[in-house]
């Protein structure tokens, strides 16, 4: 069963920075890129890029909005994927969800989303 | 950047037809824009119920169906639940890029 979950979403304050992870099970994590969405409460849902397999370079793409403060790796020998948020601000208080695919293989499955709190 | 539209909300009686869609500023969405609907209920994650316009994952309900339709691309209910009551997002893709639509509220009532 393809499973994703993501974790080390905290209450943080501004300024501070913060690495999420998304491990996956139950499918070769190598083969696939990962990608990443937001949800700020009570907003709609944010597309925030993308890291691809190894096959294509693992390479990054990240929406205008987050370009130079957000960061994907990953590490296929563990089965996870992060996204390392730099400098956070109060509007980056959302649930950061990962998915599978989303640049050479379909978007299919979901995690169930972590919650990043930034306040003072 | 482009901005993806759709129907902020729209009502369908239970066991009806409604149709929601989804348009691009750039112009006529085409299937080289890769749609995607999502569906999320409250307090759940998305789910994928469509890609590539019109292919279903093998969850995805059958009374559900997607087409590009008049310019845009379009997800049909046919034969709505109360279970579809949710919030539908479209994706589509710019280059390297995906843009969100900024979500249509299905309520079946």
């Known amino acids: 069963e393809v499973q994703l979950m993501e974790s080390g979403g905290d209450l943080v304050k501004p300024g501070q920075s913060l690495r999420l992870s998304c491990t996956a099970s139950g499918f070769t994590f190598g083969d696939y890129d990962i990608s990443w969405f937001r949800q700020a409460p009570g907003k709609g849902l944010e597309w925030i890029g993308f890291?691809?397999?190894?096959?294509?370079?693992?390479?990054?793409q990240y929406a205008a909005s987050v370009k130079g403060r957000f960061a994907f790796s990953r590490d296929d020998s563990k089965n996870v994927a992060h996204l390392q948020i730099n400098s956070l601000n109060t509007e980056d208080t959302a649930v950061y969800y990962c998915?599978?695919?989303?640049?050479?293989?379909?978007?299919?499955?979901w995690g169930q989303g972590s919650l990043v709190t930034v306040s003072s | 950047q482009a901005v993806v539209t759709q129907e902020p909300s729209l009502t369908v009686s239970p066991g009806g037809t409604v149709t929601l869609t989804c348009g691009s500023s750039t112009g006529a969405v085409t299937s080289g824009h890769y749609p995607y609907w999502f569906q999320q209920k409250p307090g759940q994650a998305p789910r994928t119920l469509i890609y590539h316009a019109s292919n279903k994952h093998s969850w995805t309900p059958a009374r559900f169906s997607g087409s590009l339709l008049g310019g845009k691309t379009a997800l049909t209910l046919s034969g709505a639940q109360p279970e579809d009551e949710a919030e539908y997002y479209c994706l589509l893709f710019y280059n390297d890029i995906w843009v969100l639509g900024g979500g249509t509220k299905l309520t079946v009532l």
């Open positions: 998915t599978r695919g989303g640049r050479y293989e379909l978007f299919d499955y």
């Open positions: 890291i691809t397999s190894k096959t294509y370079g693992e390479r990054s």
